[in-house]
């Protein structure tokens, strides 16, 4: 069982280029979660899901749209990537919808550099 | 706003020691807390969750307690080993639609 898998692992990015940042989860949970770790700031979430064909808005939303198309899959683009955006991405899922207690499980991350 | 602060960037005990991280938190309590573990490069590990209406939680060397009087979560590791080693995140959950917020965390070593 891979659990949650995200491509790319790494990624160089002009600035002003569109960019999708893959997530995959085999577990079937309900929803999903994108998150983003910057030195000092922690985990901030940017966009959730809590079923397929819904998504919210989380903490730091701006530059960011997700789509939640089956209950596998919940990609992140980035329209016209700024240097702010330059981070380490986790793509997280958690079995219930409804957001009770609930624990997250992680994706490896992606590192991203926009120049 | 809610504000979620980890008591240090860094602790640093001996081996065999008994490790306490922080955890504090402003403003309206929590319905619940998690602890993570995140290792460099990997993505956090989820430890240990509690309820705003237990006091404490035990799972084999790790012991969670949860003060809602004075907004806070302690977070132990008993007998600490160099592989406990790592950086600890507490989450806490307010029942609202942004869901759950993260501490910016401790990074903890442990040297033998």
């Known amino acids: 069982i891979a659990g949650i898998t995200q491509a790319p692992t790494s990624q160089i990015l002009a600035a002003g280029r569109r960019m999708t940042l893959r997530c995959t989860q085999d577990m079937r949970h309900n929803a999903m979660y994108w998150y983003r770790q910057d030195l000092g700031l922690g985990l901030r979430l940017i966009h959730y899901?809590?079923?397929?064909?819904?998504?919210g808005k989380g903490e730091v939303p701006d530059g960011y749209s997700v789509s939640r198309a089956n209950t596998d899959d919940f990609p992140l683009t980035l329209a016209s990537a700024v240097p702010s955006q330059t981070s380490v991405y986790f793509c997280a899922s958690s079995e219930s919808s409804s957001g009770s207690v609930d624990e997250q499980f992680f994706g490896p991350g992606t590192r991203l550099t926009v120049l | 706003s809610q504000k979620i602060e980890q008591n240090s960037e860094a602790l640093n005990i001996q081996e065999g020691k008994t490790a306490t991280l922080t955890c504090n938190y402003t403003n309206y309590s929590p319905a619940y807390l998690q602890w993570y573990r995140q290792d460099p490069g990997r993505g956090p590990v989820f430890l240990l969750l509690i309820r705003e209406n237990e006091k404490e939680k035990r799972k084999e060397r790790l012991k969670v307690t949860f003060d809602t009087t004075l907004k806070q979560s302690l977070f132990h590791i008993t007998a600490s080993q160099p592989a406990d080693s790592a950086t600890y995140l507490c989450?806490?959950?307010?029942?609202?639609?942004?869901?759950?917020?993260f501490g910016s965390g401790t990074r903890l070593s442990i040297r033998p």
């Open positions: 989450a806490l959950d307010f029942s609202s639609a942004s869901k759950i917020i």
């Open positions: 899901s809590n079923t397929a064909g819904t998504t």
